[in-house]
């Protein structure tokens, strides 16, 4: 599965932006879609995912009620609403594929997409 990132971009403290990632197929083995994001100098952490057939989700606690994620299984994309950015949101934003619901670890989401930048100025 190749996963293709887009959106992203520089907002003010208190702004949206939404980030979205398209699939190039959706399998068994990437039914679950998720966003991690890393800071310079810190590790790669989950922020939220998504199943495509149920359209269920899980997220991190520090985006609870301010992130939304969800998808359109027509067109293989998967969309996250970021909504009262903090500066602490500024990362790389990465989408990634897996197959076992509730999981947040990196290890076990094996497809990947390509960061895209998202910066939150105070």
């Known amino acids: 599965v190749q996963l293709q990132a887009s959106g992203g971009g520089l907002v003010q403290a208190g702004g949206s932006l939404r980030v979205s990632c398209t699939a190039s197929?959706?399998?068994?083995?990437?039914?679950?879609l998720g966003w991690f994001r890393q800071a310079p100098g810190k590790e790669r952490e989950f922020v939220a995912a998504?199943?495509?057939?149920?359209?269920?989700?899980y997220y991190a606690d520090s985006v609870k009620g301010r992130f939304t994620i969800s998808r359109d299984n027509a067109k293989n994309t998967a969309y996250l609403q970021m909504n009262s950015l903090k500066p602490e949101d500024t990362a790389v934003y990465y989408c990634?594929?897996?197959?076992?619901?509730?999981?947040?670890?990196?290890?076990?989401?094996?497809?990947w997409g390509q960061g895209t930048q998202i910066t939150v100025s105070s």
């Open positions: 998504i199943g495509w057939r149920g359209g269920t989700t």
């Open positions: 990634a594929a897996g197959s076992i619901w509730g999981r947040s670890s990196p290890s076990d989401f094996g497809s």
């Open positions: 197929r959706r399998t068994a083995s990437s039914n679950i």
